[in-house]
Nanobody
Framework: QEQLVESGGGLVEAGDSLRLSCAASGLPFSTSAMGWFRQVPDKEREIVAA????????YYIDSVKGRFTISRDNAKNTVYLQMNSLKPEDTAVYSC?????????????????WGQGIQVTVSS
């Protein structure tokens, strides 16, 4: 069965770094686009970053550009989100998701396989 499992979240101070990992199983990971999303209470989920099947093309929401880096290791069926210079406003539940297409989309609606989500909290 298709499954995505996130890890690497936690509580850090502003300016610190975290690396989130998302391990995939039961899906054609190496030919699927992947994305990272985040959500806070009373607000809609938003895309943070996305990557195509090979890692040759990426997308970042403007608020994280220059601080976050999405990458993937197809041999390990894992996608990563390196988060540097974290800010309190980055606090959210972060989820990874898969789109069974080789190209990514910035629309949350087309990602069909989702992880459970992991908490990232950045204190001031």
């Amino acid at each position: 069965q298709e499954q995505l499992v996130e890890s690497g979240g936690g509580l850090v101070e502003a300016g610190d770094s975290l690396r989130l990992s998302c391990a995939a199983s039961g899906l054609p990971f190496s030919t699927s686009a992947m994305g990272w999303f985040r959500q806070v209470p009373d607000k809609e989920r938003e895309i943070v970053a996305a990557i195509n099947w090979s890692g040759s093309m990426t997308y970042y929401i403007d608020s994280v550009k220059g601080r976050f880096t999405i990458s993937r290791d197809n041999a390990k069926n894992t996608v990563y989100l390196q988060m540097n210079s974290l800010k309190p406003e980055d606090t959210a539940v972060y989820s990874c998701a898969a789109r069974p297409k080789v190209t990514f989309s910035t629309s949350v609606l087309v990602y069909t396989i989702w992880g459970q989500g992991i908490q990232v909290t950045v204190s001031s």
